[in-house]
């Protein structure tokens, strides 16, 4: 250390101004480098983050207003028929076979399905809760004799 210190006290007024000035030249670089940039690019990712979100927002919310007023227009549709009327067409698009159907009233109805295929079961739930807007009040699935079949007991209701 000493060594330092009297090479520095050797040096002209001149040069120790110039490694001063080199000295704070390299600590506002290593500044900028170490803190600054990465944490202007950072920002940046961020507003680019930000304006790609927006951007998905509208386009989610576009959709949203579409798929409403498509909604609208099948609950209007599928409110005229009854619950029963309902049902069987529904079940019959999707290939389900009705071992038993109980009514009750204008709003409820009890099916028992014996052996249908699953994937087909759960496409008819996905239409009946989602574009009829029945309600699944009870469910009881049991597996079938063979694989990928089931038996279903449910009960729905609309208001």
């Known amino acids: 250390m000493n060594e330092i210190k009297e090479w520095w006290n ?15 030249v ?10 600054l940039k990465p944490t202007y690019d950072m920002r940046n990712a961020q507003l680019r983050t930000n ?20 909604d609208e227009a099948n609950a209007g549709a599928a409110k005229k028929a009854s619950i029963v009327e309902a ?10 076979q009705l071992s038993g159907m109980q009514p009750s009233g204008n709003s409820d109805v009890r099916l028992r ?3 249908v295929n699953f994937d087909n079961f ?8 989602n574009a009829q807007r029945i309600e699944i009040k009870d469910l009881s699935i049991a597996n079938g004799s063979n694989p990928g079949f089931v038996s ?8």
Do not use: C, P
């Open 10 to 24: 050797q040096a002209s007024s001149r040069d120790q101004i110039y490694l001063v000035a080199l000295g704070l």
């Open 87 to 96: 049902v069987d067409e529904s079940l019959r698009k999707h290939s389900l």
């Open 152 to 159: 279903v007991n449910v009960r729905l209701h609309r208001d």
């Open 113 to 115: 399905l014996d052996q």
């Open 122 to 129: 759960l496409a008819w739930v996905n239409e009946v809760e």
């Open 26 to 35: 390299l600590a506002l670089y290593f500044l900028y480098a170490a803190i």
């Open 51 to 70: 304006i790609a979100q927006t951007e998905a927002l509208a386009r989610v919310r576009e959709y949203a207003a579409i798929w409403m007023s498509r």
